[in-house]
């Protein structure tokens, strides 16, 4: 095709391709979920309808981006890792980013009503994204257990907040008061004295976040399909198996071992 004059502007484009052999996360972030969560009526300290939601929203975009491996969920935000061969989009950051964020986006509009079918979505949620580089396992394990770690930390601290609130009848301003201070010891006896609560028994959905990674369907699914053999003039009918893949939500720890002894395919050697 003839090129315009106006071409050269491409030139300012700048290269922002990913360095090989490295794991790509890329992280999302709900713009403002503080005020978008109130205005929505989300339950505090946690509703179970907008994190089935994001959820939701992650499984599309490993649906229908690729080369995603696992993805990790909690609160409002949720970190993809592609593959470390991926060569989706000739690893070009920006386009790696932006497809995920735009699909979890549309995607959380797009399933809303699934999840909320009583309150209306009141304006659209947008979401942020970086992209970090991770070049061997162990940094990998390590990011994932760092957002599971915060999930943790981040979950304690409200289901106390919220239970001085809730059941203790204390103000906003007196729960923050209580709970100054506090050591993650402090803040179990606090729900298990005062409450009658004990945090491990709390549902591993808000203790550990949702991860989500492919399984194989079982059994293989056998398909037969109609092919034209070379050099024959009649279609033959043939059965053959496909191992069929889908995205399964785990709700379990992922910082120690046995998770990635179970499965030993996610990591790449
Ligand atoms: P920013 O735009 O900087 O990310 P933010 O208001 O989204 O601001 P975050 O640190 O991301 O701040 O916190 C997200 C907030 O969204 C939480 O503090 C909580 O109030 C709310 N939130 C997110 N998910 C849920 C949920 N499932 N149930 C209840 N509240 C939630
Ligand atoms: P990629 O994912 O690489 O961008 P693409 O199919 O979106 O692939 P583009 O070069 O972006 O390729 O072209 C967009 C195409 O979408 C156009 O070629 C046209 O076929 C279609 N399209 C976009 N807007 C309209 C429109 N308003 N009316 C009709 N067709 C449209
Ligand atoms: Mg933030
Ligand atoms: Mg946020
Ligand atoms: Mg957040
Ligand atoms: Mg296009």
């Not at 386009?95 to 309150?119: C, D, G, I, N, P």
């Amino acid at each position: 095709m003839a090129k315009s004059k106006f071409e050269y502007v491409r030139q300012f484009e700048t290269d922002d391709t990913c360095l090989r052999n490295c794991y790509i996360v890329v992280r999302l972030d709900g713009r403002n979920f503080h005020k978008f969560s109130e205005k929505h009526n989300f339950a505090k300290p946690n509703d179970n309808r907008a994190l089935g939601l994001m959820t939701r929203s992650a499984q599309s975009v490993m649906e229908e981006l690729e080369d995603v491996v696992i993805a990790y969920g909690q609160s409002d935000e949720f970190s993809f890792v592609f593959k470390r061969t991926s060569t989706w989009f000739k690893r070009r950051a920006s386009k790696l980013m932006t497809h995920v964020a735009s699909q979890f986006s549309s995607s959380y509009v797009f399933y809303w009503k699934e999840y909320f079918a009583e309150q209306p979505l009141l304006y659209p949620p947008g979401f942020d994204g970086r992209v970090v580089l991770y070049p061997s396992n162990r940094n990998l394990r390590d990011y994932l257990s760092w957002r599971q770690a915060d999930c943790h930390v981040n979950n304690l601290y409200n289901t106390s907040f919220w239970t001085l609130i809730q059941k203790g009848g204390l103000t906003t301003i007196q729960a923050e008061e209580r709970l100054k201070g506090t050591l993650a010891a402090d803040k179990n006896e606090i729900l298990f004295s005062d409450f009658d609560i004990n945090y491990n028994n709390e549902p591993m959905l808000l203790r550990k976040g949702t991860t989500l990674i492919w399984e194989k369907v079982r059994p293989n699914e056998a398909v037969t399909k109609m092919v034209k053999l070379p050099n024959a003039e009649e279609q033959k009918e043939i059965t053959v198996t496909r191992s069929r893949k889908r995205v399964c939500p785990h709700h379990c720890d992922i910082i120690g071992d046995q998770f990635w002894e179970e499965h030993p395919d996610i990591l790449e050697r």
